[in-house]
């Protein structure tokens, strides 16, 4: 069965890698976890993109985890600002369950809580950090 071309979408994810996963633990339960994410958007050529997902967790102003995921996609859209829209937001979007999963797995160790990152509302995130209200 071949699908209808004009519902196809024009953003296609091309690669997706961790290019850094960091976990310090001591044995112990930490206390006052405070989270914060952040993407940043390198155009490739015309019409790829590289999108990098942080994830930063710390404990008490300490950091204990931060995990870099990088995704690579082609967006074949004409319109020169929705295809920015679609690659601020929609890849971010794509990205997340994985930054979420990877999580998940790394923090399942014992003494130590399982985080899960909810899940988020991409679009607010980041309009947050087009206002600098994350960092």
């Given at each position: 069965m071949e699908l209808d071309k004009s519902i196809q979408s024009t953003l296609q994810l091309k690669k997706l890698y961790f290019e850094k996963i960091f976990f310090e633990g001591n044995g112990e339960h930490p206390k006052k976890l405070k989270t914060n994410f952040r993407s940043?958007?390198?155009?490739?050529?015309?019409?790829?993109v590289r999108v990098k997902l942080y994830c930063n967790v710390f404990a008490e102003e300490k950091q204990i985890i931060q995990i870099i995921l990088v995704g690579e996609f082609k967006n074949d859209e004409k319109n020169i600002e929705l295809r920015k829209e679609?690659?601020?937001?929609?890849?971010?979007?794509i990205m997340f369950p994985y930054l979420r999963a990877e999580m998940?797995?790394?923090?399942?160790?014992?003494?130590?809580?399982?985080?899960?990152?909810?899940?988020v509302n991409i679009n607010a995130l980041i309009e947050a950090q087009k206002n600098n209200d994350i960092k």
């Open positions: 940043e958007n390198e155009e490739l050529d015309e019409n790829t679609i690659n601020n937001a929609n890849t971010v979007a998940s797995l790394i923090t399942s160790q014992p003494n130590f809580p399982t985080l899960s990152i909810p899940v």
